[in-house]
Nanobody, 115 residues
Framework: QVQLVESGGGLVQPGGSLRLSCAAA????????MGWYRQAPGRQRELVAG???????NYAESVKGRFTISRDNAKNTVYLQMNSLKPEDTADYYC?????????WGQGTQVTVSS
C-alpha cells in the first residue's frame, strides 16, 4: 500500500519561504501526475500546482511567480518551493499522486503565514 509522507509545513512571517516535500512510500509505478492542493478554513480544496511525468507544470494564478513545483522521479518525491508567502497562503496543503490505478492523497501539512 502506497502512502504519501509530507513535510515542511510550519509558521512563517509574510514574505518568508517554505519548502514542502512529499514522498511516496511503498511500491508505486507509472506516476503520471503529482500535485499540491490546499484548503483554507471554510473554503474548498483548490489546486496550487501540478507537474506531469513530462515535467509540464501548471499553477494557480494566485501563486504564479512565487511558487515552484518540482519532482525527483528516482525518489518518487514532489516538492513545492514557496517564496514571498502571504497571509492568504495560510492553509492545509495536501499532496496528490496519480498513476493509472490510484489517486492518492497525503494527510496534509499546515502552513501558517503570520507576523
Amino acid at each position: 500500500q502506497v502512502q504519501l509522507v509530507e513535510s515542511g509545513g510550519g509558521l512563517v512571517q509574510p514574505g518568508g519561504s517554505l519548502r514542502l516535500s512529499c514522498a511516496a512510500a511503498g511500491s508505486i509505478f507509472s506516476i503520471y501526475y503529482m500535485g499540491w492542493y490546499r484548503q483554507a478554513p471554510g473554503r474548498q480544496r483548490e489546486l496550487v500546482a501540478g507537474i506531469t511525468s513530462g515535467d509540464s507544470t501548471n499553477y494557480a494564478e494566485s501563486v504564479k511567480g512565487r511558487f515552484t513545483i518540482s519532482r525527483d522521479n528516482a525518489k518518487n518525491t514532489v516538492y513545492l518551493q514557496m517564496n514571498s508567502l502571504k497571509p492568504e497562503d495560510t492553509a492545509d496543503y495536501y499532496c496528490n499522486v496519480r498513476n493509472p490505478l490510484n489517486n492518492i492523497w497525503g494527510q496534509g501539512t499546515q502552513v501558517t503565514v503570520s507576523s
